[in-house]
């Protein structure tokens, strides 16, 4: 259901500002403050709500920073990340269905690199923002110091905001592969897409051994 809400309010608030902007009227769109807003509230409401059920993994690179610091097994790891990749391609497809009529011009949200935009640099930027999104995540939510019942959805929700707007005229700023592949998989558009899995889960993984190595409460 997180995963699923994320998809479908973050692709649909870009398809509805392509679909605003029909007609040549920039000024209808809701631009790249309204796209990053709509992503970082259904982040940051979802967290809240289904925080306390599923630990609100929504993204498939926060649950590897889980695994690599032997907080989630492998069968709990494969299994969230089924269920991700299952919401995001089901919000996708619903988005698509709708009768949207700028879905194909955008590629249905599918991220990829801006125009002159290195795979390289789309890597390393993908993988900066994930990283703090990832860092964000532990160092409100574990051990007895987190704050998971008060900020936590908060402040991961405005880590997504920040990171779409710094990085979304570049990469899209997806921070997550599963936000990747649901629309992919629905538009059918797969450039530069190893991209969005490479960058985002090499930046958890660095997010998560910091964090567990530096800063994570001792019992």
Known sequence: MGTFALVFFGVGAIVADQFLRTGGNAQAGMGLLGVALAQGLAVGIMVTAL?????????????????????????????????????????????????????????????????????????ILEGVLTFFLV??????????????????????GLTVTIGVLAGGPYTGAAMNPARALGPAVAANHWTNHGIYWIGPLAGSVAAAWMYDTLFSPKS
Not at 54 to 60: E, I
Not at 97 to 114: C, E, I
Not at 135 to 156: D, L, P, W
């Open 51 to 123: 925080g306390h059920i599923s630990g609100g993994h929504f993204n498939p690179a926060v649950t590897v920073g889980f695994w690599v610091t032997r907080r989630f097994s492998t069968f709990d790891t494969l299994a969230y990340g089924i269920a991700q990749a299952g919401g995001a391609v089901a919000a996708a497809y619903l988005v698509r269905r709708l009768p949207f009529d700028a879905w194909s011009a955008v590629q249905l949200g599918a991220p990829d690199l801006a125009r002159g935009f290195s795979r390289t640099n789309g890597m």
């Open 135 to 156: 860092f964000v995540y532990f160092a409100t939510s574990m051990g007895e110091r987190g704050v998971f019942n008060k900020i936590s959805g908060f402040a991961i």
